[in-house]
């Protein structure tokens, strides 16, 4: 399982970090992903963290959001700064596992104008 949690309400150039705590996956050999959601828009792929710590990123991102990962604490996590409004949706952490795909519920980020 997989459990989002950091989302919020704020304002243009402000930071939030979301976090996404995994259980009952060996999560030290899983790669983590974070997708968003806006409204009427399909999902994308934020940013992808693989076991050995490669980072990839969105164009739209690169230099603002930063995706990490703690093995001791099965937790990944994306710190966002200089939010801009486009980056309001729905984020979600995921990760494939043996063949399963995993998500997490959902968190919403808000960034007001």
């Known amino acids: 399982q997989l459990q989002a949690s950091g989302g919020g309400l704020v304002q243009t150039g402000e930071s939030l970090r979301l976090s996404c705590k995994a259980s009952?996956?060996?999560?030290?050999?899983?790669?983590m992903h974070w997708y968003r959601q806006a409204p009427g828009q399909q999902r994308e792929l934020v940013a992808t963290?693989?076991?050995?710590?490669?980072?990839n990123y969105i164009d739209s991102v690169k230099g603002r959001f930063t995706i990490s990962r703690d093995n001791a604490r099965r937790t990944a996590r994306l710190q966002m700064d200089r939010l801009k409004s486009d980056d309001t949706a729905v984020y979600y952490c995921?990760?494939?596992?043996?063949?399963?795909?995993?998500w997490g519920q959902g968190t919403q980020v808000t960034v007001s104008p």
């Open positions: 995921a990760t494939q596992y043996y063949g399963r795909d995993f």
């Open positions: 963290i693989t076991r050995d710590g490669s980072t």
């Open positions: 009952g996956i060996n999560f030290s050999i899983a790669s």
